[in-house]
């Protein structure tokens, strides 16, 4: 029995319900619940907070999310052999448990929480990057959730707090910190998971701001981002030319030098540049 939740260990369910870990599905585990535990507590105090995990398997986030206190859980998974062991943790947590069998790029399990929500989960590594960028771009902001607690391959992470001139600052740092606060919270080594993944894993916790840090259009902001980074060796009045034929003079009533490159341009210049495109 674990010490957390008197639930067996995870090497025990895993081995009875035969849940060898599936390459295809970014299969890579947590098996140690107090370093689940340790995660869970990233997201902070949820004892009134609705939780979305995607991807549960085995459950051992799961496990560390109901033991921390989360109020409820809601868990995306689309392997099927997991099911069973998510039944027993429902079993061990009355009421507090609900398993949607499916994939959470085609569900929107988040219509099914009541707010306040966080968002909690190791990602598979092959969905986690668009997941990210749909939770960022909601229809509207504020979005439903608080805070998203996340788990990427280190580089991805690095991308997500990038600053400018640095190699990893792009399109993902600009979504991420135009209205979210964005920190790396823990970094893994490839052993603490079963099987280890190639390379060293980072929770990031991005925090939901109240309003934009600067004004801008979303779908405005988002084109020029996606137009500068796309051409990032470029310089911009080159690299946006397409966007449009004057567009070294929005570049300077932006305040940005049209000889400079995407990566050297720091947000709040993004959006002046944004704003300059809005009618
Ligand atoms: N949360 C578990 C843990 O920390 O040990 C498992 C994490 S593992 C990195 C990713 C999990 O996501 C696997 O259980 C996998 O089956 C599941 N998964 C993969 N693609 C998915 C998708 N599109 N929708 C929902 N779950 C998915």
């Not at 109901?66 to 099911?83: F, T």
Request: glycine share 6%; proline share 9%.
């Amino acid at each position: 029995m674990s010490q957390i939740d008197g639930l067996p260990p995870l090497r025990d369910v895993i081995a009875t319900h035969g849940l060898s870990a599936r390459k295809a599905l970014g299969q890579n585990f947590l098996l140690d619940l107090n370093l689940t535990a340790r995660i869970a507590r990233i997201a902070g105090d949820l004892s009134a907070t609705d939780v979305l995990e995607v991807g549960p398997g085995p459950g051992g986030l799961t496990r560390g999310l109901l033991a921390e206190g989360a109020r409820r859980v809601l868990a995306v998974e689309k392997d099927a052999r997991c099911l069973p062991a998510l039944v027993d943790i429902a079993q061990a947590y009355p009421g507090q448990l609900q398993v949607i069998e499916g994939d959470a790029l085609e569900v929107d399990p988040l219509a099914h929480l009541t707010p306040p929500i966080a968002v909690c989960a190791n990602l598979p590594y092959n969905v986690g990057t668009e997941l990210l960028i749909r939770w960022l771009t909601p229809p509207q902001w504020p979005p439903v959730w608080r805070s998203l607690t996340l788990m990427f391959q280190k580089e991805v992470a690095e991308r997500i707090v990038a600053q400018p001139g640095s190699k990893a600052y792009g399109r993902l740092a600009i979504l991420a910190q135009w209205r979210c606060d964005a920190r790396i919270a823990l970094t893994l080594p490839p052993e603490a998971f079963t099987p280890p993944p190639k390379v060293s894993s980072a929770v990031v916790h991005l925090t939901a701001l109240p309003a934009p840090r600067f004004d801008a259009q979303p779908a405005v902001l988002e084109r020029i981002v996606a137009a500068a980074f796309n051409q990032r060796r470029k310089m911009l009045r080159s690299g946006l030319k397409a966007l449009a034929p004057d567009i070294e003079d929005r570049l300077l009533a932006a305040g940005i030098k049209p000889t400079e490159r995407a990566e050297q341009v720091p947000l709040e210049a993004f959006c002046a540049l944004a704003r300059q495109f809005e009618t």
